[in-house]
């Protein structure tokens, strides 16, 4: 009923900047809250930063002032902009959604992610 679909995603030298997006299609009122979450190898996964009408915008500490996290309605997109990236960015970032309001879950819904490498 809800698809989300991440893209941007590559290889990058330490300092670089990057853009993820996330399409949504299908049901997109049922997205109110969206969050990016990243997973790194032998780590478990982790809320990066995300967005709803009635909470605000969340970033977790080690990403404040680097990364960026907005939403476009009418293209139904929702993207991650993170500048200064660091090695210890590199994880597979997965964009997702939540039917009620409250940012910091349950999500409900999960895109298929897409591979950030942040080399030195």
């Known amino acids: 009923q809800v698809q989300l679909v991440e893209s941007g995603g590559g290889l990058v030298q330490a300092g670089g900047s990057l853009r993820l997006s996330c399409a949504v299609s299908?049901?997109?009122?049922?997205?109110?809250?969206m969050g990016w979450f990243r997973q790194a190898p032998g780590k478990e996964s982790e809320l990066v930063a995300a967005?709803?009408?009635?909470?605000?915008?969340y970033y977790r500490d080690s990403v404040k002032g680097r990364f960026t996290i907005s939403r476009d309605n009418a293209k139904n997109t929702v993207y991650l902009q993170m500048n200064s990236l660091k090695p210890e960015d590199t994880a597979v970032y997965y964009c997702?959604?939540?039917?009620?309001?409250?940012?910091?879950?349950?999500?409900?819904?999960w895109g298929q992610g897409t591979q950030v490498a942040v080399s030195s």
């Open positions: 967005h709803s009408w009635s909470s605000g915008t």
């Open positions: 997702a959604a939540a039917k009620n309001s409250y940012y910091l879950g349950p999500y409900d819904y």
């Open positions: 299908g049901r997109t009122f049922d997205t109110t809250a």
